[in-house]
């Protein structure tokens, strides 16, 4: 005869489920899918994705036959008179002598990379060295006094400390 379970014979499973839902927009959906999973009996969970944009445009240019380029003409902008406009690879150079300075005076600045995934870290850090021909940076984390290395694509933002 089986003894009845009690709380502390119980072991917890995780399962990962696909599931689809209707609504009219992706927002609606959603919403549904929360309200279904809070009045279930679950200890936790966690919607890891299910966003699903573009949908319409790519059918509707799968069933296009023909391509037509359309001119879009931008709204006129003030530009200041003093400075030309900078090109591309003038901002990168720009963006690497900057680091090149921020290394030579050893300032603190505030790191956002961007690891993929869904992973963003921002930390408090100085650069110790840019390798430009295999595109790392590398840094100290002043919090956890550890050192990383970044691949210089990783990097969304930076901002010096006062």
Do not use: W
């Not at 790519?58 to 036959?65: C, D, L």
């Not at 380029?69 to 709204?75: F, K, V």
């Not at 005076?105 to 921002?122: A, Q, Y």
């Amino acid at each position: 005869m089986k003894k009845p379970l009690t709380s502390t014979d119980k072991s917890s499973f995780i399962f990962q489920i696909e599931v689809l839902v209707e609504g009219t927009t992706n927002g609606e959906a959603l919403e549904q899918l929360l309200r279904q999973l809070n009045n279930g009996e679950f200890l936790d969970y966690k919607v890891q994705s299910g966003i699903q944009l573009g949908q319409m445009l790519e059918e509707r240019k799968a069933a296009s036959t023909t391509q037509q380029s359309i001119p879009i003409q931008l709204p006129l902008q003030e530009k200041p008179k003093s400075m030309p406009p900078i090109t591309n690879s003038e901002s990168v150079n720009y963006g690497l002598e900057r680091i090149k300075q921020i290394i030579k005076n050893n300032s603190l600045i505030r790191l956002v990379v961007n690891k993929g995934l869904g992973i963003t870290l921002n930390i408090p850090c100085r650069i110790l060295n840019m390798n430009e021909s295999e595109n790392l940076i590398t840094v100290y984390h002043v919090d956890e006094k550890q050192v990383y290395t970044f691949r210089l694509n990783e990097i969304e933002d930076y901002k010096e400390q006062a």
